[in-house]
């Protein structure tokens, strides 16, 4: 798997087209398609180790002048995320910020991995300074939100809730977070209307949510 994707990327089979989350709708089905070809391809006829090296040469070339500069730095934490690299990727970060202050999206990604090492009070730092150099970050107040949520420090969820379902209406986890902010402050009517709009939205509720909070009006 990590050959074909280290060819995907860059190997010598120009015109890969690669599916990110940016992909909008009307493309994504051409996309997978050219993707899948492209698989396929390599599946009848794999790479020998030379072709192979030389793809690996070229991804280590991208990563390492991507690194030289700030959204470079920033943007290795699926890298080291995948390299099961964790420290590494708050390192790169942290040099990121180091050289724009300014730069959230560094904070951001810093918050994401102390997260994944259980560190919420660090994690709950970063994107704080995140939504402070940024207020329309909107993953950062999500990650916020869910923060505030396990503490029981409910009107501090509903403050980063509110921001979330506000910037991103389309996003039906926010409107699910805010229902939980707000059913925890005994704001039923309030929580009732935005778990409604989360299902609207395809969000999953638990069972009997719904139902649940109407009982309580």
């Not at 072709?51 to 280590?60: D, H, I, T």
């Not at 964790?86 to 102390?114: H, S």
């Not at 991103?168 to 805010?178: I, V």
């Not at 704001?187 to 709009?197: D, H």
Request: net charge negative.
């Amino acid at each position: 798997v990590t050959d074909v994707h280290l060819m995907a990327e860059a190997g010598p089979r120009e015109g890969v087209v690669m599916v990110e989350l940016e992909t909008d709708l009307e493309r994504m089905r051409e996309a997978l398609l050219e993707t899948a070809r492209v698989l396929e391809d390599l599946r009848r006829d794999p790479a020998d180790e030379k072709e192979l090296e030389r793809a690996r040469v070229r991804v280590r070339r991208s990563f390492l002048m991507g690194a030289e500069t700030v959204q470079g730095l920033s943007s290795t934490l699926g890298y080291y995320d995948a390299m099961g690299d964790l420290d590494g990727c708050i390192q790169a970060n942290e040099k990121a910020v180091a050289i724009m202050p300014t730069y959230a999206r560094g904070y951001g990604n810093m918050g994401f991995v102390w997260l994944q090492k259980g560190e919420q009070d660090k994690a709950l730092e970063c994107f704080l300074k995140g939504v402070d150099l940024d207020p329309r970050f909107v993953e950062a107040h999500m990650n916020l939100t869910t923060i505030y949520l396990e503490r029981a420090e409910y009107e501090k969820a509903l403050e980063h809730a509110k921001k979330v379902s506000k910037m991103n209406p389309e996003m039906a986890a926010g409107h699910y977070l805010l229902a939980e902010a707000n059913k925890n402050l005994g704001n039923f009517e309030e929580a009732l209307e935005a778990a409604e709009m989360a299902e609207e939205k395809g969000h999953a509720l638990p069972d009997h949510y719904v139902d649940g909070l109407r009982a309580k009006l």
